[in-house]
Nanobody, 128 residues
Framework: QVHLVESGGGVVQAGGSLRLSCAAS??????????MAWFRQAPGTEREYVSAISWSSRSTDYADSVAGRFFVSRDNAKKILILQMNRLEPEDTAIYYCAARVSTADWIGTMPRDYDYWGQGTQVTVSS
């Protein structure tokens, strides 16, 4: 089991920045590699992929809509996943979810079905 808790959401004006964190805990984190990702979901839409990072951090990936503005990182010692979001746009408004899956060291996934564990989400609102 992996327990995930997101934080760092809030209200920001267009062009601003936010830094999301996801704290991970659970016995699975000890002996196994865990890939992690960020997804988001706006009202009335399906959950959308944002970014992913492998256990080793050697593999990272971004959705086209956020590439060059968002940056994902992780600290395995502290069991924290970070999403630095810059140049935010109103279209980025959504609930942001952290996801995790036991994996190989360099694996990443970009679909919600790739991940077994999910946080409760944190709201990000970008005003124009």
């Amino acid at each position: 089991q992996v327990h995930l808790v997101e934080s760092g959401g809030g209200v920001v004006q267009a062009g601003g920045s936010l830094r999301l964190s996801c704290a991970a805990s659970g016995p699975t984190l000890g002996p196994y590699a865990v890939a992690m990702a960020w997804f988001r979901q706006a009202p009335g839409t399906e959950r959308e992929y944002v970014s992913a990072i492998s256990w080793s951090s050697r593999s990272t990936d971004y959705a086209d809509s956020v590439a060059g503005r968002f940056f994902v990182s992780r600290d395995n010692a502290k069991k924290i996943l970070i999403l630095q979001m810059n140049r935010l746009e109103p279209e980025d408004t959504a609930i942001y979810y952290c996801a995790a899956r036991v994996s190989t060291a360099d694996w990443i996934g970009t679909m919600p079905r790739d991940y077994d564990y999910w946080g409760q989400g944190t709201q990000v609102t970008v005003s124009s």
